[in-house]
């Protein structure tokens, strides 16, 4: 089984809709990450959590938000998703001591019509 | 706000051949300085990093080289082969937060 899993993995919806995004570890990490990726302008990050009671905003927070129900779970909601959200979506962990080296899950492709 | 900067954007290479791809950075936190790979369809994966009391790192045919007053670390992908098309992505650690800012990839195609 997977270390790091993304649900959905497809999903396509309307201009206006809420859409929550999940991720759920099994590798006992403290710190977990929400990432965008567009093509040509690389992995930005929208969120990242360092423990259950921890939220920071990353470089492009706005229109998103995230609740880190658990250790090892770890949503990013689109309140209102919008077409310039069409992108596609990575969760990561890393481990407190090393937190250089992030383990992603497989990705979310949103398609915001 | 950390700028890191990859290059060149695309690469094609022969099989067979040497991939070089190149990252530069401002400003660094802590010291570490990874390379990810990333094939489509796929999630980036960490393929190797350096911390900077070593000059160069060799993991197989990928090694990295790194010049601190220079700022910058380069990938070097020796006998490059088909399964090593991907997109690669440097990362630096960002000064006050403790995590990385990504570099915006790299596309590596390898020809037969």
């Known amino acids: 089984d997977a270390d790091v899993t993304q649900t959905p993995r497809n999903r396509i919806t309307k201009t206006g809709k809420r859409i929550m995004l999940e991720c759920s570890q099994t590798?006992?990490?403290?710190?977990m990450y929400w990432y965008r990726q567009d093509p040509g302008l690389g992995l930005q990050l929208i969120y990242y959590s360092f423990d259950v009671k921890d939220i920071n905003k990353g470089e492009i927070s706005d229109g998103y938000s995230v609740s880190r129900q658990a250790q090892a779970k770890f949503s990013l909601s689109l309140e209102s998703a919008i077409p310039n959200q069409t992108a596609l979506y990575f969760c990561?962990?890393?481990?407190?001591?090393?937190?250089?080296?992030?383990?992603f899950g497989p990705g979310t492709r949103l398609t915001v019509l | 706000q950390q700028q890191v900067k990859q290059s060149p954007q695309s690469l094609i290479v022969q099989k067979g051949g040497i991939s070089i791809i190149n990252c530069a950075y401002e400003?660094?936190?802590?010291?570490?300085f990874p390379w990810y790979q990333q094939f489509p369809g796929k999630g980036p994966a960490l393929l190797i990093a350096i911390r900077p009391d070593v000059s160069e790192k060799k993991e197989g045919r990928f090694t990295i080289s790194f010049n601190k007053s220079a700022k910058q670390f380069s990938l070097h992908i020796m006998d490059s082969q088909p399964g090593d098309s991907a997109t690669y992505f440097c990362a630096v650690p960002v000064r006050g937060n403790n995590r990385l800012a990504f570099g915006k990839g790299n596309q590596v195609v390898v020809i037969p």
């Open positions: 400003n660094t936190a802590f010291d570490y």
């Open positions: 990561a962990t890393s481990d407190l001591k090393a937190s250089g080296n992030l383990y």
């Open positions: 590798k006992g990490h403290d710190r």
